[in-house]
């Protein structure tokens, strides 16, 4: 991953839990591309980067534990300050999308904070950007970018990333956007 632009915070770096079981694997013929999430709260978005290890923990911790999934259910998240954090990483299937084609086609990225309010700014769209980089380099096919209420009724990922998505156009109709 010597092409990222944003910086990488690897699982043993923000303290992961271990997953429960191991992960399935994807298959790269039915890779699709990348669906976009967002935490959906104001909070999550810290002044100071030292903070947001401890909100990709509790995200975690909120999976596992509340939901009785096995790992956190992205492939990876990014904050404010320019920094990609891996969830299941490359090549897993997610948990994030809500659907079983979502979750086996697609990876996803979250962003920490309100999707609402998102703005792209230097440091926001770099651990993005890298996410499709690295997918479309692994699954050439993978063109797509998705907000996540492509696959079911929902807010997420708010407003300001869902138009952060159009500038990725595809030829599927939104269902529920």
């Given at each position: 991953?010597?092409?990222?632009?944003?910086?990488?915070?690897?699982?043993?770096?923000?303290?992961?839990?271990?997953?429960k079981?191991?992960?399935?694997?994807?298959?790269s013929?039915?890779?699709?591309?990348?669906?976009?999430?967002?935490?959906?709260?104001?909070?999550?978005?810290?002044?100071?980067?030292?903070?947001?290890?401890?909100?990709?923990?509790?995200?975690?911790?909120?999976?596992?534990?509340?939901?009785?999934?096995?790992?956190?259910a992205?492939?990876?998240?990014?904050?404010?300050?320019?920094?990609?954090?891996?969830?299941?990483?490359?090549?897993?299937?997610?948990?994030?999308?809500?659907?079983?084609?979502?979750?086996?086609?697609?990876?996803?990225?979250?962003?920490?904070?309100?999707?609402?309010?998102?703005?792209?700014?230097?440091?926001?769209?770099?651990?993005?950007?890298?996410?499709?980089?690295?997918?479309?380099?692994?699954?050439?096919?993978?063109?797509?970018?998705?907000?996540?209420?492509?696959?079911h009724?929902?807010?997420?990922?708010?407003?300001?990333?869902?138009?952060?998505?159009?500038?990725?156009?595809?030829?599927?109709?939104?269902?529920?956007?």
């Amino acid at each position: 991953m010597t092409f990222l632009d944003s910086h990488l915070v690897t699982r043993e770096e923000w303290g992961a839990q271990p997953a429960k079981t191991p992960y399935d694997q994807l298959e790269s013929t039915m890779q699709r591309g990348v669906a976009v999430h967002h935490s959906g709260s104001q909070h999550e978005r810290r002044q100071q980067h030292a903070q947001c290890a401890g909100v990709v923990r509790a995200i975690q911790a909120y999976h596992i534990d509340a939901r009785g999934w096995n790992d956190i259910a992205y492939s990876w998240l990014c904050c404010q300050h320019g920094f990609l954090y891996e969830g299941r990483g490359l090549g897993v299937r997610s948990a994030s999308q809500g659907t079983h084609e979502g979750n086996s086609d697609w990876h996803s990225v979250c962003w920490l904070g309100d999707g609402d309010v998102w703005t792209p700014t230097p440091n926001n769209v770099l651990p993005l950007r890298d996410v499709l980089r690295m997918v479309r380099t692994r699954y050439p096919a993978a063109v797509d970018v998705w907000p996540h209420l492509r696959f079911h009724p929902t807010a997420c990922p708010g407003h300001g990333l869902r138009e952060w998505c159009r500038q990725f156009p595809d030829l599927t109709p939104e269902p529920f956007g």
